[in-house]
């Protein structure tokens, strides 16, 4: 059995069934990632690169990730924002990143670095 497999004597199976539940952040329901699924695999790729591990991330650095360049118009902006917000708090409810006291910047979990490597580990395996 493969190394990747493991992740704190969980089968990486009963992590991906854990993160498909929905969860509860601050009393409201936070529907379940779905980390094999396109929108939600391109979001754990783009905050898992070695450069965002070390300095953290922001809800602008994404946006240029996943969104591209933003739009001219203020209220294309804000929707932009509202979106990754809404994305990020998506991460922080299955506690795979956390905001950082005092400023505007996140940080991958413990947890985090071990789910989002075995999934992109899996993603890519090749079986014959």
Known sequence: MLRLAWI???RLGELNERLE???RWKGKRVRALHPFGAPDST???AISCGERAVR????RDL???????????LEEKRRGSARMSRQLRLLRAHHLIHRVAREHRYHLT????QV????????RAIVT
Not at 63 to 73: K, V, Y
Not at 116 to 123: D, H, M, S
Request: no cysteine.
């Open 8 to 10: 704190g004597g969980q």
């Open 21 to 23: 539940r929905p969860t």
């Open 43 to 45: 979001l754990l790729e």
């Open 56 to 59: 953290g991330f922001r809800n």
């Open 63 to 73: 946006q240029l990730i996943l969104f591209g360049p933003p739009a001219p118009l």
């Open 110 to 113: 413990k947890f985090g670095r």
């Open 116 to 123: 989002i490597t075995a999934v992109l580990a899996a993603r």
